[in-house]
Structures are given as C-alpha cells and as structure tokens.
C-alpha cells in the first residue's frame, strides 16, 4: 500500500526554515532581475541619468558667463541653428566624412583585392599595413602637422625634388590643400580598417560560385561585379558604417593639426561643440548642439543598418 | 614628526650656511636635504609616503658662484632667516602651521610645470612640511578646467596660473577668491610697490585684489644688430628711402623695413617672421596691439564692437604686408617655430614674449629642458626695442590666483605670497628653462639678472619700458570670446578673406557675445577695463604719469 505523497518540511527541527525556504524562492524567482541590477543601475547612472540632464540643460540657461539656470525653451537650439559657423562645421563635417570614408573604401578595397590570394611575405605585408590603427589619432596628427608645417616639415622639399622646382604649398593653413592634409592624416590612418574588414569578407566567400562563374566566362571584372561584390555588401555596408560613425566624430586630427583654422574653415561638428562647450563654457547650446548633431547622426547611421540589415537578410 | 628644514638641525645648518657661503657642493646640500626629507618621511606611517617625499624632495639648485646661485642662495635666506619683515619669511613662518597639508596648484604643461616641480615646488616642502601637487594643463585648459571642477565642486585645484584677463571672467564665476584679507594679515606692502606699476594693477577687479601677477609677458621687438648695422645694407636703404636705416618705430616703417631686408637679403635672411597660425597663441595679441596703436576702440557707448573700423582694416592690412615680408611659412607658425626660425638667423625682426631675449643669448638652451629650441645663432648680435607704434601686448601673462573651492585658502594663499615674493620670484625668472618672465622691479634692476649675458641689462631695461607703454589683453568677461574671434578673423583674412568683411563678421560675433552675457554688465566691466593702466595707447603707464624705470 502506498501512501499518497505529503508536503515535509525541508528542515523541521529548526524554526526558521519555513522562512528560509520562502526567501530562497522569492531569491529563485527574482534571480533575473538580481543579476541585471547592477548593470541596470550602472547604465541609468552613467548613461541615462546623464543623458536626460543634458535634455534639461539644453532647455535652460547652463553658461559660465551667465548666472541663473531659467528655462528658455528651444532658445538654445535656436541659436546653434542660426549659427553661421554651426552650419558651415555641419558641412565641413559632411564633406570630410565623405572623402575620408570614400577613399579609404576604395583604397582598402583594393587593398585587399591585392592581398586576398597567398603570396610570400603576406603576413608581413599584413602587419605593416595596419600599424596605423594602433596609433592614436592625436599622435598622427601631431606627426602629419610636422610633415607639413612650412619650412621645416619636409614635404614640400621633397616635392620640390620631384618635380624640379620649389614648392610653398600652405598645407596647413591655405584652401584646399589644407583639407587634402586633414585627408590624408584620416586615410592614412583608417583605411587600414576598412581593409582588414573587407579583407576578412573576401576570405568568407567561397571559391565554387567563382569557378563555376569562370567556366561560363567571365573576365575578371565580371567576376567580382557579379559574384564578388553582392556577397561582399554586408561587409562593405558594415565596414562603411563603422567607419561613418567614428568619421562624423573627426576631432583629433584637426586639433593638432589646423585648430579648426584658417578661420573656421576646419571647423567640424565635434570641433565646434567642444570649442563652445569646454572652452568658453557655452554649455547649454553646446548640448543643444549636441542633441541636433546626435539626431543628425541617427538617421544617417539608421539608413546605414537597415541597408545592412536587408543585404544581410539576403 | 621633524621640520625637514629645520634650522635647529645643526648638521642641515652647517651645511645650508656652508652653501650660502659657498663652500660646499650643490650636490652635498641636495644630499643632505634629502636626508631631511627622508628622516620627515621615516616619521610618517607609510613607506610609500616615503618615497613619494624623497622623490619630489629634490631641489635644483646651481652653483653658488653663478649669479642663479647665488639669487638662490639669497631667496633661501629670505625664506629662512629673513629679514623677519619679509613677505617671504612671513609666508614661510606662517605656512609651518599647515605642516601636511597638500596644495593643488595648476601650470602649463611642459616647461613652465618644470619650475614647481625642481624649484619653488621642493622648496616650500622643505621649508614649510607642506606637500604640493603640480597639475599640468595645456594652456587652454588653465581656463577650463578650473571652470569645470568649480561647477563640479571637486575641491581639486588650491592656487591657479590664470591669464589676467580671465579674472572677470573667474571672479564673476565665483571660481577664484579675492585675497585682501590676506595681504593685510601676511604681506609686506613694500613688497607691493615693487611690482612694476602695469603689474601691481593687473590682478585689481571691482575693487578687490584677484591674486599676485606672477609672469612679465611683455612683448617687445627683438632685432639683429648685425643687419641693421650692415654698411651696404644702410647705403641701399639711404638711397632708396632717402634717409637712414634704423630700428622701425611705427607700424609703416616696420613693414617698409621688413620688406626692403627680405628684398635685399634673401633667402639668407628675411625681413622678420611672426606666429600667426590658428590658435597658437599670437592673433589675438598682434592685433590687439595694433589696431590700439592705431587709434582703434573696442566699443562705443552701446557697446557695439567697433573692429569694423578705419583702424581695424589698417591693421590687418599692415599685418598681411609684415607676414608678405617674412619667412616663408609664416602663416604655419606658432611660437616656438617662429622662435626656431629667429634663433637660426633666419629673420631680421621679431616682436614676442621675453624668453625670446634668453633664448638669443644661449641662456636658455644652457638646460636640457629646453634642448629642442635650436642653439642661437644669433647670439652677441641681439638688440631690443619697444614695439613701432610704441605700444606692445602685455599677452597674457599669469596670474597666481587663489581657487574659491580651496579647502586650505590660507595655506594656499601663503603658498603664493611667497612664491611672487622679490627673492624667490627673482630665482623663478632667472631659471633657464621656465619661460616665467620678470616683472618686479627688483628683477628688472638685479645685478644677478643683469650678469646673465653682456646686453642682459639693456634687455631688462626695454622689458620695463616696453611695460611702461604697453598695452593690456582685454580684461573683461568674455575676454575668451572675443578673443577666439579675432584669431578666427585674422587666420580667415590671412587666408584670403576681405579684411572688412572679416572684421565685420568678427564684430558681430563681439555683439553676440556682449548681448549674451548681458549688454548693461558688459558696460560696467567696459568701464572698469578702461581705467585699468595699458586699456589703451593714451592710457598707458606712461600717458598715467607712473613710469618706472629701470636703474643705469
């Protein structure tokens, strides 16, 4: 005969275990939201709690040379609106991100087109080429700053040697060789980038479409228009965005290199912010300013991702 | 816990008055103060505080009988045995009573930083038990930072190097403290007086002293005696010009002179060469000076920027025609390479701060610190001027201000008095490498200063009249504003833009910033900034009637 099963108490000699096992349930069922705490109120301390008294700071009145915090409305935003070098940073912004990413691209393209099939020396060759990535940006500005400065750098001496006959170009201080310079310090440091990850997507494809592709006949530039390239897009897309979101941040090669001058003409958006925020204490528009380029930023970079998306899903 | 500089200490006494003397070596008083400072630290609780005050216990000290040593010698003395009425030996018997406490104290990075860190800095520990920690900024961030631990009311910094012109600016922000109260408890008022005039008024704010001036940033013009002096070179200008070759005293003949060396001597050597890239900074101080000497206003009566004027388009114009003139490149140049360029011979003139003076004679270059400005070659061929137009930039300069937030003021304070002190200010604008520049009159008349290098008293003595007429940075608040306004106009005009368009849209900027901060605030400060000494050419030290001059 059996008998029908009966709730025991897991320790019922001792009178708190009733408790304890109600505590160790109540701990089994929350065991999720204990381990995420810390890290939810890590993220609402630095992130989120920041984040929302910068919305209030763009609201009010939050300068150094201004006393008092009043509520402004969208004053703030107003002025970093109307504001004609606000405006031309944007562009300058806009024109630099699309050179920089652009070459890079095409550079880092062929880049590793050339060092996709095994050679002698690849790896070498390999290590070289991204030695530029592990250098900071302030140092490879400083270090094309003294390239290029007149007289001392050596760049226009050398070219000078070349071409048979002297050069003055003001690389740092004249339109628009002074937007080539800022340029080349990006490209010479990025492009890297955009190689080892196109690089490593070349590496990804397989070979059988391609020689299946080259017993129906096509020349090498078919080949890589109609096999290569759409299985490379979400490498390209993912490798463009990357880039586009750290390129729209460009700051530390125009400090060292042209202070945003001649004039503002070098100004770009992450420039002008800091120069109106941590040098002369404008902070409410500057976090305006701040708010504006973020939004700016969000929809290019969320058309980015639904492209990468969509070639992904593809 | 020991004094680590205590006098009663007969073996540390016998060997400070032996190097006072100077019979002993440099090293075996450092030797010895080291020992102080080790057997202080072997009283404390942590090894690692040990370490940390043998490390920084180093004071570097030269010889005593070179005249650095020997103003060394004599700023220990003031600090140790007085005279008793000394501001120097007043803030030292006073600072003992702040045994272990830290300073904060903010310097430019690099080489004005080294000062703290191997002279005043180890000094003060070893006299007074107190400890300091030099914060090194870059130059801006002298301005920012402060700003930004004050709004985060850190605490962090106890005395700032501070631009005179920001004191509106700091004061009105509540991030600097006056120090009235503790002049009349600590100071010796004489050593007041002994500022040279511009400098004693430049920390003055509503009424209040804003700290003590600590760096004689007086521009002045630095020119080869040997071109000038060259016979073929005056015959050529005599018959061109119709009259003889001299140092330019206006800002016409500057550029005629500039252009007429470069035409005459180049490549070997040109007409001057200047610092006018971006940011550097020199704009802001070339045109300042400037558009003054040339009659020009900052604003009118409704404080409506007035750049825009017959005198701002005639700077800069004279200013595109000087650059025209000199060393190709200009326009890339900051200081240090224009001073590179000057100490290689390259340049017949050139207006600056006054290391340029040092640098010249090889008296700086003599410290490792600062090996990488090239050696001089134009030393011995060096003569000094006040700026055509008569009225050079005092640009920017530095202040020793005292941080509002400070959880030690006194000691702060007592920090300051006596590192401006006459005997242990002298010392910091005698050392090779700091860039701190002279600005008492006890340094512009110190034989010790005046033994440095053969033309070292003529030096000193244009240094004080270049100070006795010249012109101060737009002490306002705002004075960053408007500031990187006219380094944006001038690099956008040497650029290539309009010059009236140019100060137009920089004058616009000026309103922008005045209707900012506030239209009838601005008004006051304006009217404070003009009774200020060296507001403007006719309200210089000299137009007051208070000139000092440097002894024969």
């Not at chain 2, 505080?49 to 700023?75: M, N």
Request: overall charge negative; some cysteine.
């Amino acid at each position: 005969m059996t008998h029908p099963a009966k709730a025991v108490p897991l320790h019922p000699g001792l009178p708190g275990a009733a408790r304890g096992g109600t505590l160790a349930l109540w701990a089994e069922r929350r065991i999720g939201w204990l381990l995420v705490t810390p890290a939810v109120a890590l993220i609402v301390a630095l992130s989120i709690y920041p984040l929302l008294y910068s919305l209030w700071v763009s609201f009010v009145n939050y300068d150094f040379l201004v006393p008092g915090h009043a509520f402004v409305g969208l004053r703030n935003f107003a002025q970093i609106i109307a504001d004609p070098i606000a405006r031309s940073a944007l562009v300058t912004t806009a024109v630099l991100c699309v050179l920089d990413v652009g070459i890079e691209f095409g550079l880092g393209l062929a880049l590793a087109l050339a060092m996709e099939r095994p050679f002698r020396g690849r790896g070498l060759i390999t290590s070289i080429l991204i030695i530029p990535l592990f250098i900071s940006p302030v140092i490879v500005g400083q270090f094309f700053a003294l390239m290029l400065q007149r007289p001392f750098g050596p760049t226009d001496y050398l070219l000078g040697l070349v071409l048979g006959h002297p050069v003055t170009i003001d690389w740092l201080s004249g339109f628009p060789w002074n937007f080539a310079a800022l340029v080349a310090a990006d490209v010479w440091q990025w492009t890297p980038f955009m190689f080892v990850i196109l690089l490593a997507g070349l590496s990804a494809i397989p070979p059988e479409p391609y020689e299946a592709a080259q017993i129906d006949g096509v020349n090498p530039w078919q080949g890589f228009r109609y096999v290569v390239w759409p299985q490379l897009t979400p490498m390209i897309l993912l490798a463009i965005t990357f880039r586009l979101l750290d390129a729209v941040k460009l700051f530390d090669v125009i400090f060292m290199m042209t202070g945003g001058g001649p004039g503002t003409s070098t100004y770009t958006a992450s420039f002008y912010l800091y120069e109106m925020g941590f040098q002369h204490f404008h902070l409410s528009e500057a976090t305006a300013g701040s708010w504006i380029f973020l939004l700016l930023t969000a929809v290019i970079v969320g058309f980015l991702v639904r492209r990468l998306l969509r070639a992904e899903a593809v | 816990m020991a004094d680590p500089f205590d006098r009663d200490d007969p073996a540390l006494s016998r060997e400070l008055d032996a190097w006072l003397r100077g019979d002993h070596s440099r090293r075996s008083v450092l030797r010895q103060m080291l020992i102080a400072g080790g057997t202080a630290g072997l009283g404390g609780t942590l090894g690692a505080t040990l370490g940390a005050r043998v490390a920084e216990a180093a004071v570097e000290l030269a010889s005593p009988d070179t005249p650095l040593g020997r103003v060394q010698a004599a700023a220990v003395k003031a600090s140790t045995t007085g005279p008793t009425d000394g501001s120097a030996y007043r803030a030292v018997q006073a600072a003992k009573n702040f045994k272990g406490v830290t300073l904060g104290m903010t310097y430019e990075a690099g080489l004005q930083a080294l000062e703290p860190r191997n002279f005043s800095g180890p000094l003060w520990q070893q006299l007074t038990g107190m400890n300091y920690n030099v914060v090194e900024l870059s130059h801006p961030d002298q301005y920012a930072k402060p700003i930004a631990e004050h709004i985060a009311q850190s605490g962090a910094y106890d005395i700032l190097d501070i631009e005179p012109d920001w004191i509106p600016s700091l004061a009105d922000g509540g991030v600097i403290a006056p120090i009235d109260d503790y002049v009349a408890k600590h100071m010796n008022k004489a050593d007041l007086e002994d500022y040279h005039p511009l400098f004693k008024f430049l920390p003055t704010y509503k009424g209040k002293r804003w700290g003590f001036f600590d760096d004689g940033d007086q521009w002045a013009l630095y020119y080869r005696t040997d071109v000038f002096g060259d016979s073929k070179l005056q015959a050529a200008y005599k018959a061109k010009y119709k009259r003889d070759l001299r140092v330019p005293t206006t800002w016409d003949e500057y550029v005629e002179t500039a252009q007429f060396i470069t035409d005459q001597m180049a490549p070997k050597v040109y007409g001057a060469v200047h610092f006018p890239k971006a940011g550097s900074p020199g704009n802001q101080f070339a045109f300042l000076q400037q558009f003054r000497s040339n009659g020009g206003t900052f604003f009118d009566d409704k404080m409506r920027a007035q750049l825009a004027s017959d005198a701002g388009v005639t700077t800069l114009n004279q200013m595109k025609a000087a650059y025209k003139a000199s060393v190709p490149g200009n326009n890339d140049f900051d200081a240090v390479a224009a001073w590179v360029a000057w100490l290689q011979g390259k340049a017949a003139m050139l207006y600056s701060w006054p290391p340029t003076g040092r640098m010249s004679e090889n008296y700086s270059q003599r410290d490792k610190a600062i090996n990488f400005i090239p050696h001089s070659s134009v030393a011995g061929k060096v003569g000094y001027a006040v700026m055509p137009g008569g009225n050079g930039e005092m640009a920017s300069g530095y202040v020793k201000a005292l941080a509002s937030d400070s959880a030690n003021a006194e000691a702060a304070y007592l920090f300051m008095q006596w590192v401006t002190s006459p005997p242990v200010s002298l010392v910091r604008v005698m050392l090779p490498y700091t860039l701190r520049d002279p600005y008492r009159m006890s340094h512009y008349n110190s034989p010790d200063y005046r033994a440095l290098w053969p033309a070292a008293k003529d030096y000193l003595s244009t240094l004080c009249e270049a100070a006795n007429s010249g012109v101060v940075d737009i002490v306002m608040p705002g004075s960053q504003d408007y500031s990187l306004s006219l380094d944006q106009m001038c690099t956008a005009v040497w650029a290539g833009a309009d010059p009236h368009a140019a100060l137009t849209k920089a004058a616009n900027e000026w309103n922008a910033t005045t209707d900012k901060i506030g239209v009838d605030a601005q008004r006051t400060a304006y009217e404070q900034f003009k009774k200020l000494p060296g507001c403007y050419a006719d309200h210089t030290i000299a137009k007051m009637g208070l000139a000092a001059h440097a002894s024969a």
